[in-house]
């Protein structure tokens, strides 16, 4: 490889506001390699594909294009440089043919206007050297996404793209349409593109990828071989952090099944998931986003339905999709969006943490305001809640103490079995460490907790057990000697623990 | 919340400034006779403005009201005409406004309609059914007994002036003291988040469309005895009043805010406007206009409110009121 790279990143930064998205990255993409980016949510891989496509412009360092520095303006100018983008879903338009998709904008032209025979020509063209069987008259509209993403992929060679980036082109995909984009994939390599490649699965990046560059926490780590590595080392690049002490979880004894979860299915979402969770147990349930970790607490506690399975709380079955009956039978969730489903921005703290339970600040008929505030009052201390006055509107409170007031809400209640969803998201360090000893200290007073979490510091730490999810269904079970970041991720990628 | 009681402070303010200048400026205002009949006039926008403050504070609308009030008077002239006693025709007109709110909830509440559109539709469907039925008749051979009693006063104190007043101390409760009402708050300012708290956010919607059918026809009732007829084209363009004046009492047009006691007040100044141009021989167009000037200055004026405040101390507030 002692060609120059067709486009490379040379210690590239980008930061926004306070987060550094990534550090001081580089990366070499040469004619006719596949090149994968792995790394963790948040990693930094999402943003690597902005700058290269001309989205983002990086603070600090440089674009290379054939060896020289380039300046993307915007995608504009990447597209001119022979850049182009496949993603995870590609956004046609529906009521145009495959055809006319590809030459938007840039038909080719007869002294009558748009030559279609010209057009259809081109486009059976491009479908020959991709080497897939595609009708350039079809709308777009009915076409798999497998197909669509054939179609971008035209479009892009169509415009003589020298780098292909995929996004995540295999999520949505089945198997065999896998094999064809990698089929795809395989003969634009051999015909002089340079492909960078990124996805959740490691098999599929050693199956096709020639490289691997790792990212972790926005930093580079390394790039390989494919040839020299393993998967295991794959993965411990992506994680090797070390624990640090922030994490206060006390032993305890596992009491009686507070909450079983049993074969619970959403078609297309999740299937089959089955679990219990105990007394004083801290169960974290871990994967990749969009495992569908959220939507199984979503239709535990009641927001969405389920078309199979059953959910029991203390032994009595719950009824589904009714987050009162969930509520009544001692169950709370802490959810994912803090500012769209756990506070009513503009209402005070004192009607936030009143709202879940309005039965109880109830004298006869009417709301005791007394009652209200002194419930509000209470768990602010208990929480060590920082405000200035218990009317104030939530939304001029931090992030941190926004959070208290939604654990305030809920604990105010006294559930059985609490539900969090990302607890920490977003929050500093020291309310971080609070929420913890919180959560710790309530399961040691018999809450059955079940924390669903991306961080695996906050995974490995906190928990008894870990679940791991991953594409919708539970695919390990790890007690706390077993969960390393290892075997976490590597269930959470899609190849089995061991 | 703040915003909110400053609003209502410059509405009392205004609608003391009006009265106050209208007492002294034009004749004939400040009689028991004419401030009597000046609260006769407001009855059925009053009515209707309670349950229409609940409907906006949740964040949906309700331009049906009207109708359901046409319609209600055209069942209660059909039913008179046809010899049924006027005490079972009442409830009957009740009901009726029941149905018209239930057509609105269910088709908000179980196929996720904008209640804007549904009740636009429904504005149409309730008038035409009211045709239908009463046809161009007006039936006005109405028992004197409750005629009677429409424009009773007590004092100067009119009856449905009491009525009004014992109604919106309950709306005010509902909303202010009750669960439902900070449930009311809470989904009309994030539906999201009160559903994640279990507020049962489809069943209060589709009360709230019952409640201000309900009302409706119990504003059809007035209005028939009132004027002692009962016409298919009773009550028509209400609804718009009912709304200018929920909007200008301080409630926000996106839910979430606001409060009855600033909505009777807005009630009271326009009712108040209205009758003191009146007496003061100003055209039925300049009318319009000045309730229209009152309504656009109250959707600008919190925002006018905002860019004042940066520019210029706190203390200033005071007199920008008046």
């Known amino acids: 490889m002692d060609q120059t790279p067709v486009l490379s990143l040379s210690q590239v930064s980008k930061a926004f506001g306070a987060v550094r998205a990534v550090r001081e990255v580089s990366l070499d993409l040469h004619p006719g390699e596949v090149h994968a980016l792995a790394g963790e949510n948040g990693a930094g891989k999402s943003t690597i594909v902005k700058i290269l496509s001309g989205v983002h412009r990086p603070d600090s360092g440089r674009i290379l294009l054939d060896g020289e520095p380039v300046e993307f303006a915007g995608p504009a100018d990447a597209q001119q ?131 691997v560059t790792t990212l972790r926490d926005g930093a580079y780590v390394a790039t390989d071989l494919i040839a020299d590595i393993t998967p295991d080392d794959l993965v411990r690049r992506m994680v090797g952090r070390e624990l640090d ?56 506690f009641g927001i969405d339905r389920w078309d199979a399975g059953s959910v029991e709380v203390a032994g009595r079955r719950l009824r589904p999709a009714s987050p009162t009956a969930a ?37 006869g008929p009417l709301v005791s305001r007394a009652a209200e505030r002194k419930r509000a009052a209470d768990w602010a201390v208990r929480l060590r809640l920082k405000y200035a006055r218990l009317a104030d509107p939530v939304n001029v409170l931090s992030g941190g103490n926004q959070q208290k007031v939604v654990l305030a809400k809920w604990l105010a209640r006294g559930p059985s079995v609490l539900i969090v969803d990302e607890p920490t998201r977003g929050i500093d360090v020291g309310t971080k460490a609070e929420v913890h000893r919180l959560l710790s200290e309530l399961a040691a007073s018999g809450v059955a907790v079940l924390m669903i979490s991306s961080e695996l510091p906050e995974v490995l730490g906190m928990a008894d057990r870990v679940l791991v999810m991953h594409e919708g269904r539970l695919v390990a079970e790890l007690s706390r000697a077993e969960a390393t970041e290892e075997s976490v991720m590597a269930a959470a990628t899609g190849r089995r623990a061991a | 919340m703040n915003t909110v009681r400053r609003w209502e402070g ?63 008077c055209a069942v209660l002239g059909w039913l008179w005409n046809a010899g049924l006693p006027i005490e079972m025709i009442m409830p009957i007109c009740l009901l009726v406004g029941a149905l018209c709110g239930a057509v609105n909830g269910l088709l908000v509440t179980r196929l996720g309609l904008p209640s804007l559109a549904v009740t636009i539709g429904t504005f149409a469907l309730f008038r035409g059914l009211a045709y ?80 201000s059918g309900v009302m409706a026809s119990l504003a059809s009732l007035v209005y028939t005895f009132r004027y002692a007829s009962a016409r298919a084209d009773n009550g028509m363009g209400l609804e718009l009043a009912v709304v200018a004046a929920v909007l ?17 007040m807005a009630v009271l100044l326009l009712g108040v406007v209205r009758n003191a141009l009146i007496l003061a021989d100003v055209a039925n167009e300049v009318l319009n206009f000045v309730t229209g000037l009152l309504l656009v200055a109250s959707v600008l004026a919190p925002n006018l409110g905002a860019v004042w405040r940066r520019r210029t101390t706190p203390s200033v507030e005071g007199k920008s009121a008046s």
């Open chain 1, 81 to 211: 440089a022979g850049v182009a983008v496949i993603y995870q879903e590609p956004t046609l338009f529906p009521d145009l043919s495959v055809m006319e998709n590809i030459f938007m904008g840039r038909q080719p032209r007869s002294r009558f206007g748009i030559d279609r025979r010209a057009m259809r020509a081109a486009a059976a063209e491009l479908f020959t050297r991709l080497g897939v069987r595609l009708d350039p008259d079809q709308p777009a509209r009915g076409l798999s996404i497998a197909d669509q993403q054939l179609v971008e992929i035209a479009k892009a060679l169509s415009r003589q793209a020298r780098v292909l980036i995929m996004d995540e082109p295999t999520a949505a995909l089945s198997g065999n349409e896998v094999a064809r984009l990698f089929g795809v994939a395989t003969t634009l390599r051999e015909q002089g593109c340079a492909l960078l490649f990124i996805s959740h699965r490691l098999e599929e990046m050693f199956e096709l990828c020639t490289r």
């Open chain 1, 245 to 300: 002490a922030l994490f206060p979880k006390q032993e305890t004894d596992a009491g009686e099944v507070a909450l079983k979860v049993g074969r619970l299915t959403r078609e297309g979402v999740f299937t089959d998931v089955s679990f219990e969770v105990r007394r004083g147990e801290i169960v974290a349930l871990a994967g990749l986003v969009g495992a569908g970790r959220s939507e199984v607490a979503r239709a535990i």
């Open chain 2, 248 to 264: 200008l009492g301080g409630v926000s047009i996106f839910g979430g805010r606001g409060t009855l006691p600033g909505v009777l």
């Open chain 2, 132 to 211: 239908v039925i009463l046809g161009d008749q007006a039936v006005a051979d109405l028992p004197p007994a409750y005629t009677g009693l429409a424009t009773a006063s007590i004092g100067p104190v009119p009856v449905a002036t009491v009525l009004v007043a014992a109604l919106a101390v309950v709306a005010a409760v509902v909303l202010h003291a009750t669960g439902v009402g900070r449930a009311v708050f809470a989904l009309g300012s994030n539906e999201e988040a009160a559903y994640f708290a279990g507020v049962r956010v489809k069943r209060i919607k589709f009360w709230l469309f019952v409640a």
């Open chain 2, 10 to 72: 410059l509405i009392f303010v205004l609608l003391v400034g009006v009265c106050v200048w209208a007492s002294l400026g034009v004749d004939g205002f400040a009689n028991g006779s004419n401030v009597s009949f000046l609260l006769l006039d407001t009855t059925e926008i009053a009515l209707m403005a309670l349950t229409m403050t609940l409907v906006i504070v949740a964040a949906e609308i309700d331009l049906s009201v009207a109708s359901t009030l046409g319609l209600s």
């Open chain 1, 327 to 363: 509520m009544a039978a001692g169950l709370a969730l802490v959810p994912e969006d803090r500012r769209q489903q756990g506070l009513v921005m503009d209402l005070s703290i004192e009607r936030n943490i009143g709202l879940a339970g309005l039965a109880a600040v109830r004298r």
